[in-house]
């Protein structure tokens, strides 16, 4: 089956500094990634949709200068918080999904803590 | 406006028991509707349902869709402990393959 990897799979850092999350598609060409954000005991809320070569669609209330997305690739796909604050501490899902594919794969997910 | 609504939000129930979930959803846009089970990590997918009336299985858990009225079930059956998850479903709707979950059901099993 497909499988999406992400990294790093947690992280922590200082409030002010930029984290970067890494979303890929070992075995398939991902031609829209998607990027989630679940809160505890919350479900997973979409917060933008990126197809590769192409400027991601950010959902409304997601804060486009804030939350960088990047897909250069079919492979791959970032994620750049940008000045995290304490408020970004969440856990970060990734899915991919090729051409004509139906269902989305999802990465196993990247915890945040920002101090 | 919630556009997926799942109930029950929590759920405890004793080992052996048949559980129902429910996920009512919005008929905007509707292409198909996804069940997921997420425990520690990244949500893993259970079913897709298209077409009404069509019951899909696997081992003990099934699903099935009524376009109807608008939602979907979640059964499973003789529960074991692991179970216990949160079972999210999803819409999904034509054009942007966007996702919308709902709240998820939070599932305990008890020995």
């Known amino acids: 089956g497909a499988v999406v990897s992400q990294h790093p799979s947690w992280v922590i850092c200082k409030s002010g500094t930029s984290v970067k999350i890494e979303c890929r598609s070992l075995d398939f060409q991902a031609t829209t990634m998607f990027w989630y954000r679940q809160f505890p005991k919350q479900s997973l809320m979409l917060m933008a949709t990126s197809n590769e070569g192409s400027k991601a669609t950010y959902e409304q209330g997601v804060e486009k200068d804030k939350f960088l997305i990047n897909h250069a690739s079919l492979t791959l796909s970032t994620l750049t918080v940008t000045s995290a604050h304490p408020e970004d501490s969440s856990f970060y899902i990734c899915?991919?999904?090729?051409?004509?594919?139906?269902?989305?794969?999802f990465g196993p997910g990247t915890r945040l803590l920002v101090l | 406006e919630d556009k997926v609504v799942q109930s029950p939000l929590s759920l405890v129930v004793h080992e052996g028991d048949t559980v129902t979930l429910n996920c009512s959803y919005e008929?905007?846009?509707?292409?198909?509707l996804l069940w997921y089970k997420q425990e520690k990590k990244a949500p893993t997918f259970l079913f897709m349902l298209?077409?009404?009336?069509i019951e899909k299985k696997s081992g003990r858990l099934s699903s099935i869709l009524d376009k109807k009225e608008l939602f979907s079930i979640l059964n499973i059956t003789a529960t074991q402990t692991g179970d216990s998850a949160i079972y999210l479903c999803?819409?999904?709707?034509?054009?942007?393959?966007?996702?919308?979950f709902g709240t998820g059901t939070r599932l305990t099993v008890i020995p």
């Open positions: 008929v905007t846009n509707f292409r198909s």
């Open positions: 298209t077409s009404s009336g």
């Open positions: 999803a819409q999904l709707q034509t054009g942007a393959n966007n996702l919308f």
């Open positions: 899915s991919a999904t090729s051409g004509g594919a139906k269902t989305q794969y």
